[in-house]
Structures are given as structure tokens and as C-alpha cells.
T-cell receptor, first 114, second 111 residues
Framework: ETGVTQTPRHLVMGMTNKKSLKCEQH?????MYWYKQSAKKPLELMFV???????ENNSVPSRFSPECPNSSHLFLHLHTLQPEDSALYLC?????????????FGEGSRLTVL | GQNIDQPTEMTATEGAIVQINCTYQ??????LFWYQQHAGEAPTFLSY????GLEEKGRFSSFLSRSKGYSYLLLKELQMKDSASYLC????????????FGRGTSLIVHP
């Protein structure tokens, strides 16, 4: 138990569907992150939020839309995805976005796009 | 940009010692992390090095040489449960100080 909870753990969706991934952290952290993990590729940073404000968007396609209503919750809204978007999506949190503190990861949401 | 390189896969024997290397090229280096990730689980923090030298934490140690752009993770007295992926991540000015990860090294420990 890392203090970061992601739901759903597994998701299968068609290219025309709209779905959302949810992340909740119980650590009192102020920064939250979305990473994409594909087989044989490095973890790719997607978005960073600090105190609910987006501070990084790593050239992510607009079919991925993040939302951070408060410091404890982070969503990733998905629409018109492509099969190559199939991956493990990891949420993480840290005390702040200075990068000095360790990241606490959730167990991920395994996404399959058909 | 940043370039982080680590071996894809390593195998070792239970009870042995293994060293997992990580080399990096980046501008404005500001620290290096090691994470462990078991299959189907979240990555978990192992170590953070910002100054040169060896940091020891139980069976695991991490070394950093900033001048060589090099780090290693040393695992002693290997146990079967150490079979996992080990991720090297670098903080730098070029990456807005957010950790950038390597591909990870899959370590297989066999009896």
C-alpha cells in the first residue's frame, strides 16, 4: 500500500469510447503526476500538477485530458484513443513538484484500446 | 534532451551480488533515483543520490559519479523476491527537475 490508489485497475475500450482513469492520494502531497508505461519503453511523463495547477504537459495528444479538482485527486479523461495508446498508466504523487522528493506511485491502470 | 541507459535484463543466483549500471547524459544534473518495480505492482523508491559516492541501505547500495555520468545499484545477498525491474531516473534542469526514467533493468534471480 503506497497511499496512492488508482481505479480502474484494468480497462478495455474501443476507439470511439470515452472513459476516465482516477487517482487518489492519501499522503497529503501537493504534486500529482501521470506517467505512461509501455513495454520495453521508459516511463513517459505525461502531466504534472502542483497545488491543482498544471505545470507540465509533455506534448501529450489532446485525446488525453487531465483534470485535478484538488490536491488529492487526479483524473485522466480518455476519448477517441488509438490502439498504440494501450499501456499501463501510472499515477504518482510527491510533496511538491521540485523533484527533490521521492515519487509515490499507484499500481496503475492497464488500458487496452481495441 | 536527456539520455539514460541501463541494461535490459540481468540474471543472478540467489545469495550472490549483482550490480546494475545506469549511465546518463543530461544538462544541469541534479540527482538520481533508483526505483524497484515488481511485475504488476507500483514502482517503489529505493535510493536517491545527489552527491558523489556510495549510499548504503541494508542489502542495497547506490553509487554516483557525476563526472562520469554513471550510477550503479548494488544488491547483496540476493533473494528470490529481488526479481523485479529496477528503474534509474535522473533529475536535471533540462527536464524541469522532474525525474526522467530509463527503460529499466529486469533482474531475474534463480535458485
Amino acid at each position: 500500500e503506497t497511499g496512492v490508489t488508482q481505479t480502474p485497475r484494468h480497462l478495455v475500450m474501443g476507439m470511439t469510447n470515452k472513459k476516465s482513469l482516477k487517482c487518489e492520494q492519501h499522503l497529503g502531497h501537493n504534486a500529482m503526476y501521470w506517467y505512461k508505461q509501455s513495454a520495453k519503453k521508459p516511463l513517459e511523463l505525461m502531466f504534472v500538477y502542483n497545488f491543482k495547477e498544471q505545470t507540465e504537459n509533455n506534448s501529450v495528444p489532446s485525446r488525453f485530458s487531465p483534470e485535478c479538482p484538488n490536491s488529492s485527486h487526479l483524473f485522466l479523461h480518455l476519448h477517441t484513443l488509438q490502439p498504440e495508446d494501450s499501456a499501463l498508466y501510472l499515477c504518482a504523487s510527491s510533496q511538491d513538484n521540485s523533484g527533490t522528493g521521492e515519487l509515490f506511485f499507484g499500481e496503475g491502470s492497464r488500458l487496452t484500446v481495441l | 534532451g536527456q539520455n539514460i541507459d541501463q541494461p535490459t535484463e540481468m540474471t543472478a543466483t540467489e545469495g550472490a551480488i549483482v550490480q546494475i549500471n545506469c549511465t546518463y547524459q543530461t544538462s544541469g544534473f541534479n540527482g538520481l533515483f533508483w526505483y524497484q518495480q515488481h511485475a504488476g505492482e507500483a514502482p517503489t523508491f529505493l535510493s536517491y543520490n545527489v552527491l558523489d559516492g556510495l549510499e548504503e541501505k541494508g542489502r542495497f547500495s547506490s553509487f554516483l559519479s557525476r563526472s562520469k555520468g554513471y550510477s550503479y545499484l548494488l544488491l547483496k545477498e540476493l533473494q528470490m523476491k529481488d526479481s523485479a525491474s529496477y528503474l534509474c531516473a535522473v533529475r536535471s534542469r533540462g527536464g524541469s527537475y522532474i525525474p526522467t526514467f530509463g527503460r529499466g533493468t529486469s533482474l531475474i534471480v534463480h535458485p
